[in-house]
């Protein structure tokens, strides 16, 4: 199974930028398809983006379209999330998943059969 650690959360203001990065480990990196979520306390997990094996494709959720960049680094097993123009909203603990079922939409978390710890983003002046 990949082993994934996220890192690159913390506290900005509105506005501000942050860039998530998640690394993979505990076996040989197959470039599967990766994607982000987002839980706040109380809320189901949401979906913000997903990138395919080779990096070429892909889609966002549409509260974070035009502000968020998911992309990957297979020779590094990195997969990162440039975010930018921040919002409260944003506010969540942000979590790194490896796709596993294909016969799922992209966006659902039960289509993830690895995740991360999380890493926390909040967004407050």
């Known amino acids: 199974q990949v082993q994934l650690v996220e890192s690159g959360g913390g506290l900005v203001q509105p506005g501000g930028s942050l860039r998530l990065s998640c690394g993979a480990s505990g076996g040989t990196f197959s470039s599967p398809p990766m994607g982000w979520f987002r839980q706040t306390p109380g809320n189901k997990r ?72 999380g890493t926390q983003v909040t967004i407050s002046s």
Not at 82 to 96: G, I
């Open 46 to 117: 949401e979906f913000v983006a997903v990138i395919s094996y080779n990096g070429e494709v892909t889609y966002y959720a549409d509260s974070v379209k035009g502000r968020f960049t998911i992309s990957r680094d297979n020779t590094q097993n990195k997969v990162d999330m440039q975010m930018n123009s921040l919002k409260p909203k944003d506010t969540a603990v942000y979590y790194c998943a490896v796709r596993t079922n294909n016969n799922l939409r992209w966006d659902k978390p039960e289509a993830c059969g690895s995740w991360g710890q």
